[in-house]
């Protein structure tokens, strides 16, 4: 079950990837779309969040920070 680890309300748009980035930070990449190239990177919104190892982050559908455990081992 998903936990909110981070309030930050961002709003997403249509054509874009949203994601925690490596300094814990909400970011957005354009989706490569019928042979078009996907974009760089920019940041959406500061959160500095800091990740724990085993868990998965991601923006959720109200535009905050959650976290679940990662599935590991499973047969």
Do not use: C, H, T, W
Not at 18 to 30: E, H, L, P, T
Not at 35 to 62: C, I, N, T, W
């Amino acid at each position: 079950m998903a936990k909110k680890v981070a309030k930050v309300g961002v709003k997403k748009e249509g054509g874009y990837l949203y994601f925690v980035d490596k300094q814990g930070d909400v970011s957005r990449a354009k989706m490569a779309r019928g042979g078009k190239k996907g974009g760089k990177p920019e940041k959406v919104a500061k959160a500095g969040v800091k990740k724990e190892k085993g868990y998965l982050y991601f923006v959720d559908k109200d535009g905050d920070i959650s976290n679940a455990k990662m599935a590991r081992g499973r047969k």
